[in-house]
């Protein structure tokens, strides 16, 4: 009697062990496989169902440009994994150059002495330039895993720090972080809000994030001329699709103001998208002073880039010393 009670134990411990793996090997290793090729399929289904969806884009967005700048582009994949040739001595001679800092009526005599209050990150980090690619790319495929909008970031951090701004501008390669989770691009803001997060809870001092991208509309909108200059224009991007996005826009208002201020026409304004147009939340629900500023598009160079980043740096410091305190 005592044997076969053993056994029967034995026989239900081996098969509550079984479901046991097996509800782990579905966790960790089913579920994200199923999850990514949903999130795939929803991706493909947002820019258009055919093959040609970015083509499908451009038809559109010669009607409409104004509406075809808060759409999405995917990128080719092909890009993504691997970088394509770029003109090195084209993005080396620019850090020989000086970017000439632009005349602004604010003065900053303020300094955060040290503590770090804004976060720059790149939930795209790879968002490449035209320029620097052979001729005939297409926009698709303009992603590079060192020339991209990271070092237009790391500008707009230094100018930040030139007005009195300490930052911190995150380094993290999110298309790389992907590849080795097995996930696709539309995890993109999932993995960056990993980020902000982590800012936060090590950061008690961060009062604003700020997601840097470029936008995927060519040259002709992307750009404007101020006093014989060009300068890629700046665009803010709010996610409806949370509570408390009012404050974000709010936030996204007062800096577009001050920037239209002394460079009228640098700033195309503010694009709101809820969850049939994109993420929908895009990490601003952890703070109000949380979003996205798409810096130029495409068919910008890193001068243009550069210039409008100086000038972004200006006036969130202006917007921190005299509105926030």
Known sequence: M????????????????????????????????????????????????????????????????????????????????????????????????????PHMHWKNSESTFGKKVVFIYFSHNRE????????????????????????????????????????????????????????????????SRQFVLNEKQVNHDLEMSLDIHRDSIPRNLSTTTISGIPYAKISFIIGSAHKNYKENLKFAHSIHRLIEKDYKGLSKGIIIKDKTQGNGVYNQDL???????????????????YRTAEILGIVISEYYFNVIF
């Open 2 to 101: 005592k044997k076969r009670t053993m056994k029967l134990l034995l026989v239900i411990f081996i098969i509550l062990l079984i479901v046991h793996l097996s509800f782990i090997c579905y966790l960790y290793w089913i579920k994200p496989k199923i999850e990514s090729a949903d999130q795939k399929k929803n991706n493909n289904q947002t820019v258009g169902n055919s093959a040609d969806s970015n083509s499908h884009i451009e038809k559109e967005r010669k009607s409409d440009p104004l509406k075809m700048s808060s759409v999405e582009v995917t990128p080719d994949e092909t890009a993504l994994q691997k970088d394509a040739a770029i003109d090195q001595i084209k993005v080396d001679e620019l850090e020989k150059k000086e970017i000439k800092v």
């Open 128 to 191: 490449s330039f035209l320029p620097y690619f052979k001729e005939r790319t297409p926009s698709e495929e303009a992603y590079h895993s060192k020339v991209n909008i990271t070092l237009v970031g790391e500008y707009l951090g230094k100018s930040l720090r030139r007005n009195g701004i300490g930052n911190i501008v995150s380094n993290s390669d999110i298309i790389k972080m992907l590849n080795e989770r097995n996930l696709d691009f539309g995890y993109s803001y999932q993995m």
């Open 287 to 305: 703070s109000p002073h949380n979003v996205i500023i798409e810096i130029g598009g495409v068919e910008n160079n890193l001068e243009e880039l």
